[in-house]
């Protein structure tokens, strides 16, 4: 029994990369069974190829990590860094984390992101909303409830990282997008018809036109192989739902990828290659880019989306510019007609704030 | 028999934010050993306070929670008909809260 005691678990079956140690996981891309140390071991490589594939940096970048202190952000910090050092990419890197002011979450998640700053020594820059819009996210929802907080949330959290790029003089953002995110945001581009934002979903780098590039080096890892690697090497990482996130369409969503996932795992990066493969020619054209004439950010109106909200909440009406429109002109802001735009739902979820 | 659970990434929010519990589970009458399957029941019954379906869906887990026994993923031990044993550790981690 001794020796069959100890080879229980896992069947008794070895790791089929080294041969050598227990398995400890299968691995949802390929089905293979390994061991920690190879799951280490090919979990990193297999970033670092993708990174190198599509360029994501050059030696000598300025790199921020969108760093929301959740498992995502968390463990790309630390494979970054580790990148960094092992194949001397020569980047700078940063932490960059939003304080919308949400008490008894944000301030708590924040705590997680200022230990990672010590843990992996990386200069950490927080934003708030309080400065850069004078409210918070509590004061919002304190004046226009629980129903349209999202649409602030993500409009206000785009522009602040970018503002808290630009304080860093950072050459792009990398935000812990996995590839079940961005099989979920294909799915929903799907549901609701949004070609132009369909084939964009799937871009590894996005905004090269805007005033700072964002990048995913997680666009091929599943959640559940960045979850195990947390796990298993003990990162600190914060995992509390952010109590404003009422998104229920996007939850079934995911859970729908969920359900595919435990039949096909490969599902998953399936949905991802349908998306970049419609790449259908349309007319839908993006809207030309300028710049907000009230804060000087881009904008495809006279005044981006988050000046708007913020005149809506400054002058007691909330509602000006949520729902079906994408941003207004100043004309418009007199005399508000939705225009039947789709809004974006390229960020993820209010709660999980990984930008 | 003596288990160790655990719960991690959010589902702790379910049992009163308590990560660690010592439990002591009986072996089901007329079978021989715990399986993963009895003892999910076990659980959701016992130590999950609210929410049971951000745990549990039909007769699992609900897609998206990792179990793990001794540090194995559970893909790996025959998910619900693993056994378990004295001493064991249940690991049970949800990856659908937080980024
Ligand atoms: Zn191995
Ligand atoms: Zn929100
Ligand atoms: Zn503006």
Redesign the interface.
């Given at each position: 029994m001794d020796t069959g005691e100890k080879l229980r678990?896992?069947?008794g079956?070895l790791c089929c990369i080294c041969n050598d140690r227990?398995?400890?996981?299968?691995r949802p891309k390929t089905l293979q069974?390994i061991c920690r140390e190879c799951f280490y071991a090919v979990f990193e490589e297999e970033i670092h190829q993708v990174i190198i594939k599509n360029q994501l940096f050059k030696p000598g970048e300025r790199i921020a990590i969108g760093a929301?202190?959740?498992?995502?952000?968390t463990v790309l910090a630390y494979v970054l860094s580790e990148l960094n050092k092992r194949y001397s990419y020569g980047l700078d890197l940063f932490l960059l984390s939003i304080d919308e002011g949400i008490t008894g979450y944000r301030d708590d998640?924040l705590e997680t992101v200022k230990r990672n700053e010590l843990q992996y020594g990386l200069p950490l820059k927080i934003i708030s909303y309080k400065d850069l819009y004078g409210w918070t996210m509590d004061e919002i929802v304190k004046m226009i409830g629980l129903k349209n907080n999202c649409t602030f949330c993500g409009v206000f959290r785009r522009q602040a990282l970018d503002r808290g790029a630009a304080l860093l003089k950072v050459d792009k953002v990398a935000t812990?997008h996995n590839a079940?995110?961005i099989a979920e945001t294909v799915l929903l581009n799907i549901l609701r018809g949004d070609i132009a934002r369909l084939s964009r979903c799937t871009s590894i780098t996005t905004g090269e036109d805007g005033p700072i590039p964002r990048c995913k080096p997680f666009k091929y890892t599943y959640?559940?192989e960045?979850?195990?690697y947390a796990?298993?090497k003990k990162l600190d990482?914060?995992?509390?739902?952010?109590i404003y996130s009422p998104n229920a369409y996007r939850g079934f969503a995911?859970?729908f990828i969920?359900?595919l996932?435990?039949i096909r795992p490969r599902a998953i990066l399936d949905i991802i290659k349908s998306g970049e493969d419609f790449r259908i020619s349309t007319s839908t054209k993006m809207p030309e880019q300028g710049t907000c004439e009230r804060c000087g950010y881009i904008s495809s109106q006279k005044w981006c989306k988050a000046c708007v909200l913020l005149e809506g909440l400054n002058r007691g009406m909330p509602k000006l510019g949520i729902g079906r429109t994408r941003g207004m002109s100043s004309d418009q802001m007199k005399n508000p007609k939705p225009t039947g735009a789709a809004k974006n739902i390229e960020s993820?979820q209010c709660?999980?704030?990984?930008f | 028999m003596q288990l160790t659970v655990e719960f991690?990434?959010?589902l702790e929010?379910l049992c009163d934010s308590v990560k660690i519990h010592s439990v002591n589970v009986d072996v089901p009458n007329g079978e021989e050993k715990l399986t993963m399957g009895d003892f999910l029941m076990w659980v959701s019954k016992n130590l999950i306070k609210e929410r049971p379906e951000m745990f549990i869906k039909g007769d699992t887990v609900?897609?998206?929670v990792?179990v793990?026994?001794?540090?194995?993923?559970w893909?790996?031990?025959?998910q619900l008909e693993t056994t378990l044993e004295e001493q064991d550790v249940v690991?049970f981690?949800?990856?659908?809260?937080?980024?």
């Open positions: 678990r896992g069947g079956r227990r398995a400890a996981l299968k069974q929301s202190g959740g498992k995502d952000s998640s812990g079940d995110d959640e559940k960045i979850v195990m796990y298993f990482y914060f995992s509390t739902e952010c995911r859970e969920k359900d996932e435990r993820k709660g999980s704030l990984d | 991690g990434g959010g929010l609900r897609p998206g990792l793990l026994v001794n540090d194995c993923d893909e790996l031990t025959g690991v981690i949800s990856t659908l809260h937080g980024g």
